[in-house]
């Protein structure tokens, strides 16, 4: 895409100097907000779950963190044993879920419209080749 703007610029008269500058202010402030979404959708949750994981398979598993009571408004520590089962270990990882769960969703919707789209067959011509030459040597 960058290129295809620079060469658009460049046809529209534009120095390649200042075209490369359009380019870096265009485009900078777009791969910074990709970069941004993918920490926050992908690398986060992954470190999340890496985190939990550990101290999941651990022997000797750290105590869980106090958590505020919102009925006493104290600070309480949980039960280790519940803390650890599985199904709080499942529900702190929900985001690594969400993401299985959309790759998930985009493999089957591949795979369904793959199933379903016919394509137009490729047809090479052979001859223009020919022609091309032909007329080259006339």
Known sequence: MMRDTYNYFLEQGFSPEDSCTYIFLIYTPFLLFISW????????????????????IRRQQPNPMPVKNEETGEMERPDKKEFYSC???????????????????????IEVFS?????????INHNEKVEHEEQASK
Request: glycine share 6%; charged share 20%; hydrophobic share 50%.
């Open 37 to 56: 979404v993918l920490e926050v959708i992908i690398d986060r949750p992954s470190k999340e779950f890496a985190g939990e994981f550990d101290r999941q």
């Open 87 to 109: 199904s709080a270990f499942s529900g702190r990882i929900w985001p690594i879920w969400v993401f299985i769960g959309w790759l998930l969703f985009v493999l089957v919707s």
């Open 115 to 123: 199933a379903n789209h016919t394509y137009k067959p490729i047809v």
